[in-house]
């Protein structure tokens, strides 16, 4: 056995806890022969597979704090300084099972989120009501994601998507989003970028996004991880544009190129190091099996 398996098994099961901690995954030995929503091949299992979408997580965070009406439900319903890594696990279990799970199963993880969100809503500062469940909101979050994991997987991810590829993941996530009933959800990166540009007149800055900011940017982790986040937020926040840096209180310089050079090793070094994620194992062999 190479010595590097020891630290390779160490590393990926550290990581899996902190990112996911218990919440239920891809499940193995179910709905054999069921693709899933992406399937085999498709951009979707590619970008969620690599790294760089741990950066794409913080970024997504960070965009969608800009929308007032996504970050004060974050912020009177979501308990995230009480319980800092339950938002996280919930969204991570959320993409993974969506992405790599079997149809059943990513229509369950859309059931359970739109359960929770039932009870989050409420009146904004400025007498604006708002609901998680509004596909407006949803379209928000939606489009944050999927606007992330293209950008940091473009700078940090092991191989530079085509225009092909990159319409192929915005078409993919589309399907995913569907299942919350957002029918309208852009299709190409072009219809991204033009989803993204009509959200501008709705966002501003606002005091729970500052403190959002900060947390995120200084979350409680353990001592080990910090080093290691903080490229990881140093390389989110280098990709945001600069009128959504300057609405979250973040300075209008843009971080340098020794940092965004850190993240990109960084990630090439957990590329090389971390194991295949397993509910893309799972859902190779799911995908494969023929009775």
Known sequence: ???????????????????????????????EGDPGLCGPGST?????????AMVAGIRSLLLQSCHPSAIQGVDEHSGFESDPLGRLHRTVAYVTVSTFGAVPEAQRMAELVIKAHQNVKGVRP????????????????????????????QLYGKEVLTQSQQDAFVDEQSRIVALLGV???????????ECLDGFRSELY??????????FIKNPPLPQAYKPFYKLLFAGAATTLDEEHRVLLGLPARQIT?????????MCGALRALLREPESRVIAERRAAYRA
């Open 126 to 153: 400025d007498g604006v009501p708002y609901d998680a469940n509004d596909p407006r909101l949803l379209l928000w979050v939606h489009v944050a994601l999927v606007d992330s994991l293209l950008r940091s997987h």
């Open 205 to 214: 800055s606002t005091e729970p996004a500052i403190r959002s900011v900060r």
């Open 257 to 265: 190129g020794l940092q965004r050079t850190g993240t990109g090793a």
């Open 183 to 193: 029918t309208d959800a852009p299709r190409t990166s072009l219809e991204l970028k």
């Open 44 to 52: 979707s299992w590619e970008v969620l597979a690599d790294p760089a």
């Open 1 to 31: 056995m190479s010595p590097l398996e020891p630290v390779r098994d160490k590393l990926t099961s550290g990581l899996r806890g902190l990112l996911s901690g218990n919440m239920s995954g891809v499940k193995e030995g179910c709905f």
